[in-house]
């Protein structure tokens, strides 16, 4: 089967591989025959709904059954899937709602306290499907309907719908660290493109099996259901990691092949779980990635040395907008390129330029801006935003970098995130990295708060690895390494950095917490 929509991917592994496993969840298994016929069981019922091609459908659950065949139903009818953070307040989905105007909404109970409050009805939304709901309901001039009537649809074979890979098929929301979220708009083309890059260069097979404890909302989590169901591997859904030595005994039981997370999924693998001590039960492991922001070098070497002898770890680096991955690092080349992002995996093309949009020469600092199938097609209603990211060049990242002699790139931080303090040009990812290499952390977040005398004042938020630790011993094993000016004070010891629900730290939380931490009185 020719793969030209995101849908049959799992059209074809399920013709493949019909009595194989598809997904494991809890204590439930199914094979890629019964996932497919419920997908197209979803289809239907949402055909019945009047729901068309074009029309945007809210998915507003957890990593769930559920989540899988509603986001396939919905690409099977030519409709346009957007994930939302389950863990969403009711004023957060409010302009959410507003902008993307969704027909349906597909949830579950436990977040009706949530949507209910934004008045979905003003958005534009007919209903809602709740699936632990047993029985038709009305609520806020909306009709909700039980999961259950879908599973009733008695046609579960393939439909026949022309859909064309140009369309849109997902609208992701940025998680808006840097201002309101945009809706990232990535058609068929520009994920399947993505996916068939992943599988090359991870290698994938049938026999994969992937332990998924990203959310599947958040792009990398996404990427993650895709790929494996691209090849007829396993997903293994892990809604637990708040509990790792749970997510560490599944992964001895399910033989993982593949292990995802971004930087803070690591740290809590390595200081708060049975990881180091089960690296011999976990043979089955045929590699580890890494994506999701920038992961310290000191990081990257602890992983290595404790991760079972035959795994490989492969550090990545993409964007939401890119449909997931613009480059890697090949696990090879690793030690020797320790701090690189890697260079463009297999589709993308990736240089630097100056302000002008001319390309710089090697080991020049400069805009990373990247090109391939796999570039969004733009923001959701936000022309302004996409005119300024996607011009002739490709796609403007907003990271500065450079390119070494070998073609590999170099991330040194967002174009945005420089801090001025007394005259200095000062990169907060520097200082957490010089932070972290002590090894008396677990994470670390340094913040840049005004000041009148300097511009900024550096100071950071720490979650240590002993919690007898204090400040002073902290900077007293950096302050060989970083001048006067570089180090933070004060350093707030915290039980966990605040952080979007992708993993990726937020710092704007991270400042309200200083502030509450510090009797809010500012500098």
């Given at each position: 089967?020719?793969?030209?929509?995101?849908?049959?991917?799992?059209?074809?592994?399920?013709?493949?591989?019909?009595?194989?496993?598809?997904?494991?969840?809890?204590?439930?298994?199914?094979?890629?025959?019964?996932?497919?016929?419920?997908?197209?069981?979803?289809?239907?019922?949402?055909?019945?709904?009047?729901?068309?091609?074009?029309?945007?459908?809210?998915?507003?659950?957890?990593?769930?059954?559920?989540?899988?065949?509603?986001?396939?139903?919905?690409?099977?009818?030519?409709?346009?899937?957007?994930?939302?953070?389950?863990?969403?307040?009711?004023?957060?989905?409010?302009?959410?709602?507003?902008?993307?105007?969704?027909?349906?909404?597909?949830?579950?109970?436990?977040?009706?306290?949530?949507?209910?409050?934004?008045?979905?009805?003003?958005?534009?939304?007919?209903?809602?499907?709740?699936?632990?709901?047993?029985?038709?309901?009305?609520?806020?001039?909306?009709?909700?309907?039980?999961?259950?009537?879908?599973?009733?649809?008695?046609?579960?074979?393939?439909?026949?719908?022309?859909?064309?890979?140009?369309?849109?098929?997902?609208?992701?929301?940025?998680?808006?660290?840097?201002?309101?979220?945009?809706?990232?708009?990535?058609?068929?083309?520009?994920?399947?493109?993505?996916?068939h890059s992943i599988v090359e260069y991870l290698e994938l097979?049938?026999?994969?099996?992937?332990?998924?404890?990203?959310?599947?909302?958040?792009?990398?989590?996404?990427?993650?259901?895709?790929?494996?169901?691209?090849?007829?591997?396993?997903?293994?859904?892990?809604?637990?990691?708040?509990?790792?030595?749970?997510?560490?005994?599944?992964?001895?039981?399910?033989?993982?092949?593949?292990?995802?997370?971004?930087?803070?999924?690591?740290?809590?693998?390595?200081?708060?779980?049975?990881?180091?001590?089960?690296?011999?039960?976990?043979?089955?492991?045929?590699?580890?990635?890494?994506?999701?922001?920038?992961?310290?070098?000191?990081?990257?070497?602890?992983?290595?040395?404790?991760?079972?002898?035959?795994?490989?770890?492969?550090?990545?680096?993409?964007?939401?907008?890119?449909?997931?991955?613009?480059?890697?690092?090949?696990?090879?080349?690793?030690?020797?390129?320790?701090?690189?992002?890697?260079?463009?995996?297999?589709?993308?093309?990736?240089?630097?330029?100056?302000?002008?949009?001319?390309?710089?020469?090697?080991?020049?600092?400069?805009?990373?801006?990247?090109?391939?199938?796999?570039?969004?097609?733009?923001?959701?209603?936000?022309?302004?935003?996409?005119?300024?990211?996607?011009?002739?060049?490709?796609?403007?990242?907003?990271?500065?970098?450079?390119?070494?002699?070998?073609?590999?790139?170099?991330?040194?931080?967002?174009?945005?995130?420089?801090?001025?303090?007394?005259?200095?040009?000062?990169?907060?990812l520097e200082i957490e990295d010089t932070l972290l290499a002590?090894?008396?952390?677990?994470e670390v977040a340094v913040l840049g708060i005004p000041d009148?005398?300097?511009?900024?004042?550096?100071?950071?938020?720490?979650?240590?690895?002993?919690?007898?630790?204090?400040?002073?011993?902290?900077?007293?094993?950096?302050?060989?390494?970083?001048?006067?000016?570089?180090?933070?004070?004060?350093?707030?010891?915290?039980?966990?950095?605040?952080?979007?629900?992708?993993?990726?730290?937020?710092?704007?939380?991270?400042?309200?917490?200083?502030?509450?931490?510090?009797?809010?009185?500012?500098?």
């Amino acid at each position: 089967m020719d793969t030209t929509c995101v849908h049959q991917l799992l059209e074809m592994s399920a013709a493949r591989f019909p009595k194989k496993e598809a997904v494991v969840y809890g204590e439930q298994r199914f094979q890629y025959s019964v996932l497919n016929a419920l997908t197209n069981k979803a289809a239907r019922w949402l055909i019945r709904q009047s729901v068309n091609a074009g029309d945007r459908i809210v998915i507003f659950l957890e990593n769930s059954l559920e989540y899988i065949v509603s986001y396939y139903a919905i690409l099977k009818v030519g409709a346009v899937a957007v994930p939302m953070n389950s863990d969403l307040p009711a004023e957060g989905i409010r302009p959410l709602l507003e902008t993307i105007e969704p027909k349906l909404i597909i949830t579950r109970n436990r977040f009706l306290k949530q949507i209910l409050p934004t008045a979905p009805a003003t958005f534009g939304v007919e209903s809602l499907v709740i699936v632990d709901q047993h029985k038709r309901t009305s609520a806020e001039a909306l009709t909700i309907f039980p999961w259950s009537e879908i599973d009733s649809e008695m046609q579960s074979d393939n439909l026949a719908l022309e859909i064309n890979p140009e369309d849109v098929a997902s609208i992701i929301l940025t998680s808006g660290s840097t201002g309101k979220p945009k809706g990232v708009m990535l058609t068929h083309r520009n994920i399947l493109a993505n996916v068939h890059s992943i599988v090359e260069y991870l290698e994938l097979t049938a026999d994969d099996v992937q332990m998924v404890v990203l959310p599947f909302f958040y792009v990398m989590g996404k990427s993650l259901l895709n790929t494996h169901v691209a090849v007829g591997g396993k997903v293994v859904i892990n809604n637990r990691f708040a509990f790792p030595a749970q997510v560490v005994q599944q992964m001895i039981e399910e033989k993982v092949t593949g292990f995802s997370g971004v930087p803070s999924t690591y740290a809590y693998l390595l200081y708060r779980s049975p990881f180091k001590a089960s690296r011999d039960k976990l043979q089955a492991l045929r590699y580890c990635s890494q994506a999701g922001g920038h992961m310290a070098s000191s990081l990257k070497h602890e992983l290595l040395e404790i991760l079972p002898e035959k795994t490989r770890l492969f550090i990545m680096y993409g964007a939401t907008e890119a449909s997931a991955r613009l480059s890697y690092v090949e696990p090879e080349r690793l030690r020797e390129k320790m701090d690189s992002i890697g260079r463009p995996i297999p589709g993308v093309s990736m240089k630097v330029l100056d302000e002008n949009g001319q390309e710089l020469p090697v080991g020049e600092v400069g805009e990373i801006v990247a090109s391939g199938a796999n570039i969004m097609k733009g923001y959701w209603r936000d022309p302004q935003s996409t005119a300024k990211a996607l011009t002739q060049q490709g796609y403007h990242t907003g990271d500065l970098g450079y390119r070494d002699e070998d073609g590999y790139f170099f991330a040194v931080g967002r174009k945005d995130s420089l801090l001025k303090v007394g005259g200095h040009r000062i990169n907060p990812l520097e200082i957490e990295d010089t932070l972290l290499a002590s090894r008396l952390l677990i994470e670390v977040a340094v913040l840049g708060i005004p000041d009148a005398f300097l511009g900024h004042k550096l100071v950071a938020l720490a979650v240590p690895s002993n919690k007898a630790l204090n400040q002073n011993d902290l900077l007293g094993q950096c302050i060989a390494r970083l001048p006067r000016h570089k180090l933070p004070e004060p350093i707030h010891f915290v039980p966990a950095i605040p952080k979007h629900a992708s993993g990726k730290i937020d710092r704007e939380k991270c400042l309200a917490m200083f502030y509450q931490i510090d009797g809010g009185k500012g500098w």
